[in-house]
């Protein structure tokens, strides 16, 4: 069954004509890199001082500005992931690394939402309170890098192995 999906979803034409367009396929390519660079570019520097660099500057003051610009990038980086996927969905779903590759985006943006959620991601809502990096923030921080990073590992990997 999720074959046969598969197979449809990348026998549709927007996807065949992306598929064989010598422009739009690279152009979707890049959106895809342009939207990682986004996230990751936004994410780092909030996980590093998560982890304690950079503790003159406010977490409030980076997490205002950071957070929107990592989620435009997810959802420019999902949108174009999701159309670069469709052009050989039955040929990636093969591999052993894309379920991986889901896999760990999943647990980085549960990552991301659990912190949010976190009593101790207050200071980030709240100007006023001091905002000491704790014990959750770090391992927080730590563990969005290296999921992050995991997550393009295997994006690239899997350009190479599917």
């Not at 927007?14 to 064989?20: G, H, I, Y």
């Not at 989620?71 to 670069?84: Q, R, Y």
């Not at 991986?100 to 999943?106: E, H, P, R």
């Not at 991301?112 to 959620?117: E, G, K, N, T, V």
Request: aromatic share 8%.
């Amino acid at each position: 069954m999720l074959a046969e999906a598969l197979t449809a979803l990348q026998n549709l034409e927007p996807v065949a004509a992306l598929r064989a367009s010598r422009w739009v396929y690279p152009l979707v390519n890049s959106g895809h890199i342009a939207g990682l660079a986004l996230l990751f570019g936004a994410i780092l520097p909030l996980d590093l001082r998560l982890l304690g660099a950079w503790r003159s500057v406010p977490l409030h003051f980076l997490a205002k500005v950071l957070v929107p610009v990592a989620m435009a990038g997810l959802a420019l980086a999902a949108t174009t992931g999701l159309l670069l996927f469709s052009v050989s969905a039955t040929k990636y779903a093969a591999t052993a690394l894309f379920p991986v590759k889901l896999g760990l985006i999943a647990l980085a943006v549960a990552n991301a939402l659990l912190l949010r959620r976190s009593p101790d991601w207050t200071p980030a809502r709240s100007p006023g309170l001091p905002d000491a990096a704790t014990t959750r923030l770090k391992a927080a921080g730590a563990l969005s890098i290296g999921l992050w990073l995991a997550v393009i590992l295997c994006g690239r990997f899997l350009a190479y192995l599917a």
